[in-house]
């Protein structure tokens, strides 16, 4: 429990930014807003757990539509989430459906000390801060203090009710709606996730001419990869197809024969614990974005946890397997066996001509990286926070939120640099990157093409602009010098030596820690540097931990991931509820800093 911090109230900072979407043009202030309860979102376009608190909070605005405004701040982790325009089409990829505020300076951000994304902050209808949380899971616990909250300024009469800010923008209108993934059929014929009119199509090979759709709203939604699953495999379970439907976070079959639509795995519920799997149709998954076919099973990128997983089929479902293969949940970049590695939302996933290993796009690290039996293996990328447009050696090539991968004939991978608008060959012969093509509008995914004459050439998804693309491999590919970009925020002053680092959880009213089977916390700490963490690293419970900061260090990054499960107090059966977030912090040391470091999961 925090006690004490916010003795006394704080007002609310005015919400400032580049500009306002889904406002009609209205710029729009708290105080026009006073009278209502108003939630902040602190989001970025890249970061799934951002995604996954955007569904969550649907059902909480449907519930209190005159109480409750719901303000989504964007505050860009990427270069390429500060465009206005890459801004634009995320708000509407993502079916926003309330005013966002545009701000690629990270104003508002400062003005609300953040330190991650998501970040949610409840403002009361007098215009005080009364709760601030991180992380995802809180959408019952949000319903629930809106509805305290509009009960007591009900009862005080500051309580004002109306209609909320939010215009539509005019629906769009085409073909494809922010396509994701693509796999190529034995005739020449392509297999595309439609993903923003969750549905899958197939087109013809001039790439426009649709021959068919499956699903839509209902069957799928926001589905991302597909995979063509081997002709014997695919004899034995009855289908061809694997759809990885992400915002079902569930996997699902297609027979191309009579277009049936099976779920292969997957409750239907987010994943929200740290599990090593079980029966397919019973077992959470997390926003299953990739798919690829290794060793007999499926490889299933779960990007909502940092993880791979393998699916193990069976021609009945209910017989079919989940097992995590690699990641602990921890979001970061560090390699080796899978039970200790860590990711960062895996998205793009192919295997290798020699079918030994599969190639990983793993976004959030920006970086290229192998999983075989030995383990996982970086091949681009340095690090949580580190991007660019860099080609040359490997070891110092940059990446920008890359999403998919494709092995080339000559023993080469292209990768889909979505971030960067480009696609990348990364040879492991000469251990060099290099850029094949640019100027594409965040091109997810590519598969190769052997055209008549006898050349191979990629089809490429170019997100942004709603189409499949042909992508010619040059012979000669150039090599881009350009410049390392770190995500930029303001860090946070700590003292050298002994510091307690506390992170902050009031459950919500009508739910306590559940304690049922034994202590319901967990806290990871790790450092960037490591040398800067003298004491208190590693994996245990509490919601506290003595830490011990490098004095001869002047700055670094802390990590802290941390877990919370609650229950509720009445109830037979009372429901569960996971609390969870991941936190990249940068520091400065200063020995005359504060040698206390809280951080909100959620502090009221």
Known sequence: MRTDVRAVRVRAPELRGRRWLNTGGHDLTLAELRGRVV??????????????????????EER?????????????????????????A???????????????????????????????VVVDPEGYIVASMSGEGHGPGIAGLVEELVTVHAAKGTLRRGNAPYAPPPPPASAL????????????????????????VQLEPDLATERRRWGGAGEFDEPQGVLL?????????????????SVNHQVKGISLSDNDIRLVAGSGAPLRRREAGGPAL???????????????????????????WGLTLD??????????????????????????????????????????????????????????????????????????????PAGEALLQHPLGVVPLPDGSVAVCDTYNGAIRRFDPATNRVSTLAGGLAEPSDAVVEWADDGTARLVVVESAAHRLVRVAMPADAQEVVGRARQTQRPPTTIASGPVELVVAFDPPTGQKLDDRWGDPTRLVVSASPPELLLAGAGDGA?????????????????????????????????????????WGIPVIIDAAAPDRFVLDLRGT
């Not at 290993?357 to 030995?374: F, K, P």
Request: glycine fraction near 10%; aromatic fraction near 8%.
């Open 39 to 60: 939630l902040i979102d602190f989001w970025t376009f890249c970061c799934v757990n951002c995604l996954h608190v955007l569904d969550e909070l649907r059902p909480v």
């Open 64 to 88: 209190f539509p005159e109480e409750l405004v719901v303000i989504g701040v964007h505050s860009p982790k990427f270069e390429h989430e500060g465009d206005p325009a890459a801004v634009e």
């Open 90 to 120: 995320a708000v509407e990829r993502y079916a926003v459906g309330h005013a966002v505020l545009d701000d690629p300076d990270l104003v508002t951000w400062q003005a609300y000390t953040a330190r991650a994304w998501p970040t949610l």
């Open 177 to 200: 709606r922010f396509p994701g993934k693509v796999a190529i059929l034995p005739d020449g014929s392509f297999v595309v996730s439609d993903t923003a009119h969750h549905q899958v």
């Open 229 to 245: 699953l081997p002709t014997d495999t695919a004899a034995e379970v009855g289908y061809d197809l694997l759809v990885a439907d």
């Open 282 to 308: 019973e077992q959470d998954l997390s926003t299953p974005w990739d798919l690829a076919w290794w060793d007999g099973r499926v490889v299933v990128a779960m990007a909502g946890i940092h993880q791979l």
């Open 315 to 392: 021609p009945d479902p209910a017989r079919g397997r989940l097992e995590v293969l690699a990641g602990t949940t921890q979001e970061g970049l560090r390699d080796g066996p899978g039970e200790s590695a860590w990711l960062a939302q895996p998205s793009g996933l192919a295997t290798s001509g020699d079918g030994r290993r599969v190639w990983v796009a793993d976004s959030e690290t920006s970086a290229l990286r192998t999983w075989s039996a030995e383990g996982l293996t970086t091949q681009v990328g340095t690090g949580l926070f580190d991007f660019g447009h860099r080609d040359g």
């Open 542 to 582: 509490g919601l506290t931990r003595p830490l011990t900061l490098a004095t001869g260090i002047p700055a670094g990054t802390l990590h802290v991931s941390v877990q919370a499960a609650a229950c509720d107090i009445d109830g037979e059966n009372p429901a569960c509820h996971l609390f969870q977030q991941d």
